[in-house]
């Protein structure tokens, strides 16, 4: 059986994955009732727990990477659609770097 919800996604944090945006990754995942993995699939990883910050730092996520993320479960599609969308931000820090851009203009 297949997991229910799955998308794929391109990394362009230029950190790749560290321990801030790993940890906000696995906190962002735990939100949802849902099973939740990532893959790499530029590196060829095996699927791996989306909760666990050390599952998701284990796969050596980088720059420009493939990933899957795939959901199962009552909540599955808003999971997979929310954890698309942090990394498409490059984990916030795009809204920090124009929140300090701003008031550095003011």
Excluded at 33 to 50: C, D, F, M, Y
Excluded at 68 to 97: C, H, K, M, P, Y
């Amino acid at each position: 059986m297949g997991l229910a919800a799955s998308t794929e996604v391109v990394v362009a944090y230029r950190d790749g994955l560290h321990a801030r945006p790993a940890t906000l990754l696995a906190k962002t995942a735990a939100a949802f009732s849902s099973t939740i993995t990532i893959e790499n699939l530029t590196q060829g990883s095996k699927p791996v727990n989306a909760k666990s910050p050390l599952t998701v730092l284990s796969i050596g996520i980088q720059r420009h990477d493939r990933l899957r993320i795939a959901a199962e479960g009552a909540d599955e599609q808003e999971a997979v659609e929310t954890i698309a969308r942090l990394i498409a931000s490059n984990f916030g820090e795009a809204e920090e770097a124009e929140q300090q851009e701003q008031v550095s203009n003011e």
